[in-house]
């Protein structure tokens, strides 16, 4: 019972808090203490509700088990970090994104190809990761190879999708613009049309960083070598470790926040000047 009304006491103060600070002027320290302090909140609550109602490990694991056992399994994961997140996640998401790029500018410099790529690309992103995993992994062994193709699989088309809607989004004045000053395609489409493109093309990227991480956590259920986050998680379930999964799920949950984040401050200093970047804290 006292770790229920704990609960509930952090839980007032926190939405105490968090009201006060919502009234406060907009900063960039009432921007981070608001998500801190809910976060922390939300922490303490499971905390208070696994141990008040006695749930069984098994089935939910209180944060400071899942933290110690992070705290000792930092060989582990930082193995499964390497393999999955920076030799599967990040090479697939490099020859995703780059190879949707080109093909991209290939679109826009030749329309005809819009109407025979583009239904192909939604066609191979309708199919499900979940059947295409195993078939890549089949093709390209069960080393991160196969996670990087489940990851350029899932990258390539929102990729693509934004970048060509980018490139056509200058207005026909602005193109006639560019004519008038005798500027032939390739000037136009690197003065003009790609920096208007760049918020769409970020948007692809930073949509891709989630889905990078995903795709090569869900390849590696499928098979792998004896590291992975995919593959610990699997493994782990199947022996009832539970604080291990959970501390897998925080690390890929840090990856893939921190890889958003770091997406996000490369635009905001590519493109500082756009519309989209005022008003910004």
């Not at 088990?65 to 090479?91: E, Y």
């Not at 136009?188 to 970020?202: N, Y």
């Not at 610990?232 to 379930?237: G, K, N, W």
């Not at 022996?239 to 635009?267: K, N, P, R």
């Amino acid at each position: 019972m006292g770790w229920l009304v704990f609960g509930a006491v952090v839980w007032a103060a926190g939405w105490w808090i968090n009201s006060r600070l919502s009234h406060r002027p907009k900063t960039r320290l009432t921007s981070l203490l608001v998500p801190v302090i809910f976060g922390l909140t939300l922490v303490v609550i499971w905390e208070s509700l696994v141990r008040g109602l006695d749930i069984s490990p098994i089935l939910l694991p209180p944060p400071t088990a899942i933290a110690a056992t992070f705290a000792k399994s930092t060989d582990i994961l930082w193995q499964d970090f390497v393999q999955t997140a920076l030799k599967g996640a990040l090479s697939g998401y490099v020859i995703g994104c780059g190879a949707a790029f080109l093909i991209a500018v290939a679109i826009d410099r030749f329309p005809f190809l819009q109407r025979g790529l583009l239904p192909v690309g939604n066609f191979v992103a309708a199919l499900p990761i979940i059947g295409m995993a195993p078939i890549l992994v089949m093709w390209f062994g069960f080393d991160w190879q196969s996670k990087a193709a489940v990851v350029v699989v899932m990258v390539f088309f929102p990729m693509l999708v934004n970048t060509v809607q980018g490139l056509q989004d200058t207005d026909a004045m602005q193109r006639d613009l560019m004519r008038t000053y005798a500027a032939g395609y390739w000037k136009t489409l690197l003065k003009l049309r790609l920096p208007a493109a760049m918020p769409f093309i970020f948007n692809g990227l930073k949509i891709a960083t989630t889905l990078a991480l995903i795709g090569a956590i869900v390849a590696e259920f499928f098979g792998s070598p004896i590291k992975g986050m995919g593959f610990r998680i699997s493994t782990s379930v199947g022996q009832l470790a539970l604080d291990l999964v959970w501390a897998e799920i925080v690390v890929a949950a840090i990856v893939g926040s921190g890889f958003y984040g770091a997406m996000a401050l490369i635009e905001k200093a590519v493109t500082f000047w756009h519309p989209s970047q005022r008003g910004r804290t």
